[in-house]
């Protein structure tokens, strides 16, 4: 660094990295993109030097969105705009980057349902699904709702999942917590009897579970999102993200095969290329594909398969307490992929319980989803009316205002589907 860009850093920086040396060798990240456009609902959103710190260049992490509309482009739009500053005003200022880490799974998803609030707002009957995906370092962050979908490749070449499938034909759970909720699952019905096409959700027709927006359908289609955090080995990976005009076509194994040993920006191009091959150009048909290297190291050559390898895999490493932390911890083994969190409930006061290892951490007289400041008694606990026993008290944080408690509520199935947020 030179010493005209340590002037721009405030001096209580310096000391605090210096302290907690804060120094983390990072990965280069190269990235690529290809659509094809059948209706012009799919965006995209691309930011590679975003700062933690503002004014500080050393703590950029990068940020790779596609958004995939339905029923009109306006909640795809309104969240590529939104939906990165909703997240990031959840995170406490001025915490180490471990603690800021630590903070996302929290902070999506109360970024995702800030948005999805916001946007029916303004009344506007579109969805879209959002897979959102943070790279920081060797740490990847990925929160989903709906059928767009991220895999990573390991740099030894096996492949992992880091999104949720919400389709209501392939998710039981799903299906089980919408009817739960007041909402009717079933298949289009021709009027002679006959049911034809996938499950969807009634009123409204659709086919998802979780979206962002899609407000003519009821709340109990969520925006919560489900949020899985991985750390990579110092070998790196490859993360593919694509909606579902990719996955309706392609495997993610035939996304690996037929992309290996392709720059980024080519990769993302056969993707999308052998997709519209197999099926057609049906739906808009889009893919990012973003490869984390070891410093300075040129993009992979195809990786040589053992038996065995490069299949998919559902296990991860967990992290154990006798692990290092994310920051000092060497690589034990070529193909590593530690599993940090992972949580998909739909249950607000699970996603922002104060069990969160960080809780103490947040402001308590602030909404913990819409950041609005509120008075001392003036927020609801955002267990208030939950059955859970134990430790978790209605009367403990963190607190919602009144407007983000009746959408928890709308979500739950607690008030009618369909019923104003009041204004806040």
Not at 195 to 222: A, N, Q, T
Not at 309 to 337: N, Q
């Amino acid at each position: 660094m030179s010493v005209k860009n340590d002037r721009t850093v405030p001096l209580a920086v310096l000391l605090k990295r210096e302290l907690t040396s804060e120094k983390v060798e990072k990965p280069d990240i190269l990235h690529g993109q290809a659509n094809q456009s059948k209706k012009g609902e799919d965006f995209t959103l691309l930011k590679t030097e975003c700062q933690r710190i503002p004014g500080d260049g050393v703590s950029t992490f990068a940020v790779f969105a596609l958004f995939d509309g339905h029923n009109g482009s306006a909640a795809a739009t309104y969240s590529k705009e939104n939906l990165l500053n909703n997240v990031l005003s959840a995170i406490p200022s001025h915490i180490s980057r471990d603690e800021w880490l630590a903070a996302l799974p929290r902070a999506l998803v109360a970024g995702f349902i800030k948005t999805d609030k916001d946007f029916q707002e303004k009344a506007q009957a579109s969805g879209t699904t959002v897979t959102f995906v943070i790279v920081d370092g060797w740490m990847v962050t990925v929160a989903s709702v709906g059928d767009s979908y991220c895999f990573l490749e390991s740099a030894e070449g096996s492949i992992y999942s880091l999104s949720a499938d919400h389709r209501l034909e392939s998710n039981e759970e799903e299906r089980e917590r919408i009817t739960a909720c007041g909402g009717e699952v079933g298949r289009l019905n021709t009027g002679c009897g006959a049911e034809i096409g996938p499950l969807r959700c009634w009123p409204g027709g659709l086919c998802l579970s979780r979206s962002i927006g899609d407000m003519d359908v009821g709340e109990f289609i969520v925006p919560i999102p489900f949020v899985k955090q991985v750390k990579l080995s110092n070998a790196g990976g490859r993360l593919i993200i694509s909606s579902d005009g990719v996955w309706d076509a392609l495997t993610s194994e035939m996304a690996v095969s037929c992309s290996s040993g392709l720059p980024a920006d080519v990769a993302a191009k056969k993707i999308v290329k052998e997709s519209i091959r197999l099926k057609g150009l049906r739906d808009d048909t889009t893919c990012i594909v973003v490869d984390i290297l070891p410093p300075e190291k040129p993009p992979p050559l195809p990786p040589r398969r053992k038996n065995g390898k490069g299949i998919f895999k559902s296990m991860f490493c967990k992290k154990t307490a006798d692990l290092p932390s994310h920051t000092d911890r060497k690589c034990y083994e070529p193909d590593l992929v530690e599993e940090i969190y992972e949580e998909g409930s739909a249950k607000l006061a699970e996603r922002l319980a104060m069990a969160y290892p960080l809780g103490s951490m947040f402001k308590l007289f602030v909404c913990a989803v819409c950041q609005v400041d509120m008075k001392p008694g003036e927020g609801i606990s955002v267990h208030s009316g939950s059955c859970r026993g134990g430790r978790v008290r209605p009367w403990d944080g963190p607190f919602l205002c009144p407007s983000c408690l009746l959408k928890k509520d709308a979500m739950e199935g607690k008030r009618p589907s369909g019923a104003r947020l009041v204004d806040r």
